[in-house]
């Protein structure tokens, strides 16, 4: 269903495990994209997560309709144990649940399958039911909470891999999202080359930055860099390679 997902190379995720989704986000407003912050998504568990890069893989859930919306279409051809058995290792399910936060989309099943198959984590801005069970599975989750009753009590699902809103950001199938302690951030696939080298500059910037403020250094003329800020950057830069 949709558009086939996309494996997604280890230098790439190597890159982007070093960089910060503040950092990304700073990144892609200087390119113009000011919407790539995934609204209602935080980590569902109490310790910061690692930082986890993938791809996207797209499912949709629209209102529910009663005649839609029962525990039978669990069965369906189009169902959420579809859609997860069509997950490749690695990506990172993407779940647009419209905001809704009193249906919980995924249980402790359906997560503990997930992480059976090697997927990287779920980001959605709707809630995940079973939460005790869904922690207990190891699957990273960013999410809007928790709530007992099942997805068919507020939404119907529709589909897999076609483009999504999730939090209010616009998520194609095989984009890249980055997802940390400050939430999870999508890189539109077209700009990921770019996107990853000015992000890992960025991150060894203001490395350098943190440094000058250890040693006592003003930020006036340090943040945001002066033309002497910059020198110093530049040589510093130059005695490291």
Known sequence: MGIDPLPLDADTILALSGVTTATLTTVL??????????????PLHA??????????????F????????????WGSPISTR??????????IAVV????VDDAGIFGDILCSRMKKRGVAALVTDGVVRDVGGVMGSGLPVWCN????????????FVGWQEPIGCGGVA?????????????????????LAEVIAESVEQERFEGWIMA??????????????????????????????
């Not at 647009?96 to 905001?99: I, L, Q, R, T």
């Not at 006036?220 to 390679?241: C, F, H, I, K, S």
Request: a positive charge; charged letters at 20%.
């Open 29 to 42: 407003l200087k390119k113009g994209l000011r919407n790539v912050w995934i609204r209602r998504s935080r």
């Open 47 to 60: 310790a910061a997560p690692q930082r986890l890069v993938g791809r996207a893989f797209t499912l949709r």
């Open 62 to 73: 629209v209102p529910a309709r009663e005649d839609l919306a029962t525990p039978a279409s």
């Open 82 to 91: 579809a859609a997860i058995e069509a997950m490749p290792a690695g990506c």
């Open 96 to 99: 647009d649940a419209m905001g």
């Open 145 to 156: 909470g928790v709530a007992a009753p099942p997805s068919v009590a507020g939404l119907t």
């Open 171 to 191: 998520v194609f199938p095989n984009d890249v999202v980055v997802a940390d302690a400050d939430g999870a951030v999508l890189i539109p696939a077209a700009l």
């Open 212 to 241: 000058e403020v250890a040693a006592g250094v003003p930020l006036p003329g340090l943040y945001p860099p002066n033309e002497d800020a910059r020198a110093r950057y530049a040589a510093w830069v130059a005695r490291q390679t």
